[in-house]
Each structure stands twice: as C-alpha cells, then as structure tokens.
C-alpha cells in the first residue's frame, strides 16, 4: 500500500498524479457566507515561477527560525502547490510523500499577503490531494509560535519535540574535536529537549522543534 501511494504521489503510470489537476480559483469551492477567499490562484508549481518562489520564500522566512540556517535553492518535491496572482507566487507548499505518511517541506506566505487565507488554502488543496491518493497523516516540523497555533487550528498535533541549537564556529569548538586536519567553522546540533536550560547559557541561538501531526480521512 504505501509503495503505491508513493507510486501515485510522483505520477507514474498507472497512478493518480498529485502533481496534476490543481484546484484553480474559477472551480467552485464552499465558504462560508460572507468571507472572501484568499488572493491568486492555489495551482502547481510551474518552472517559471522559479524566480518570485525563492523571493517569496526569502521574505516570508525572514523575522521567523526558519532564517536561522542554510538558504537553499529550489530542489523537487512530491507535490508542489503555489498560490499565484498575476502569475507572481505570493505563498507556496511542498510536500514529500515517501509512502501512506507525507511530510510538510515547506509552507511560506509572502509578508504583503499573510492573514489573508493563503497558507490555509494551500493546505485544503494539498490535504484534498492526499486524501485522494490514500494518504494517512500529514506532518510538519515547527519552530516558532505562531506557526505552531496555526498548525493546532488546522488539526494537527504535537507528538514529538527536540533542540535544535545552531553554534558559531567559536561555540562549536567547545563541544566538536577537529580531526584529520578538518575544522568545524559551525554547526547544527540536535539535543533532547531536556537540556534546554543548558543549552541557552551555551548557546545564543536555541530552537524548539516540535513534530506535529494530522490523520487524514481514509
């Protein structure tokens, strides 16, 4: 089963492709009297989106933990959804489904369009093609406050919760040994949440990462 719900995610023959039949704003779609929906189209990711994605996610990451780290480059996922207007991406989801268990890779809204139902509208499209395709839970990893609220909102809960302390290169001489000529100049670090008074005198920059989960409907 989860073979094929891995099959099905990634658009191989014979299965459902996720990549495909985006929910667009023109189809009909129930809401609640009265309430607007959220700007742009929810569609799939396109190769021409590539340069307002990365500005997107760029500045829908800065103030949050999610800066504190690498910047990468656009790399695949199972299912990428964009919610576009003027063919300008203003939010974005990627998701990576290894089986019946999916994960959230990256959920970003650009700053001028958040609280407007974006990010929730791109959760609603990702979650209707996931159920489609047999799909069982949904999972994402959350730093910061504000997006845990948002995720408990949405159905999911918080099964599991760990450090994640990111140290300079001077603090990561102070628990890494150079060997073979090789020098850390920093680090990531996950620890066990336990230790957390200890780690904020060591370190200045300590997350909470929290692993929060959704079942889906069979």
């Given at each position: 089963m989860g073979e094929d719900v891995a099959d099905a995610a990634r658009g191989r023959p014979g299965g459902l492709s996720l990549l495909g039949a985006a929910h667009r704003a023109g189809a009909p779609e129930e809401r609640p009297v009265g309430e607007a929906g959220p700007p742009g189209d929810?569609?799939?990711?396109?190769?021409?989106?590539?340069?307002?994605?990365?500005?997107?996610?760029?500045?829908?990451l800065l103030g949050t933990s999610g800066h504190d780290g690498e910047w990468q480059s656009r790399s695949r996922a199972d299912l990428e959804l964009v919610a576009a207007g003027d063919n300008v991406v203003i939010?974005?989801?990627?998701?990576?489904?290894?089986?019946?268990?999916?994960?959230?890779?990256?959920?970003?809204?650009?700053?001028?369009?958040?609280?407007?139902?974006?990010?929730?509208?791109?959760?609603?499209?990702?979650?209707?093609?996931?159920e489609r395709c047999g799909v069982r839970t949904v999972e994402a990893w959350v730093q910061d406050d504000p997006a845990l609220a948002w995720f408990a909102h949405h159905g999911f809960v918080e099964v599991e919760r760990h450090l994640r302390v990111h140290a300079s290169a001077a603090e990561a001489g102070t628990v890494l040994s150079a060997k073979?000529?090789?020098?850390?100049?920093?680090?990531?670090?996950?620890?066990?949440?336990?230790?957390?008074?200890?780690m904020r005198q060591r370190f200045e920059r300590v997350h909470v990462c929290r692993r929060v989960v959704r079942e889906l409907r069979p």
């Open positions: 929810v569609r799939d990711y396109e190769p021409a989106d590539e340069p307002s994605w990365l500005r997107c996610r760029v500045l829908g939010g974005l989801l990627d998701v990576s489904v290894p089986g019946e268990d999916a994960v959230i890779d990256t959920l970003v809204v650009h700053p001028d369009h958040q609280r407007r139902g974006v990010a929730s509208a791109l959760l609603a499209e990702a979650v209707r093609r996931l073979y000529g090789l020098e850390p100049v920093s680090a990531v670090l996950r620890v066990r949440v336990e230790r957390e008074a200890e």
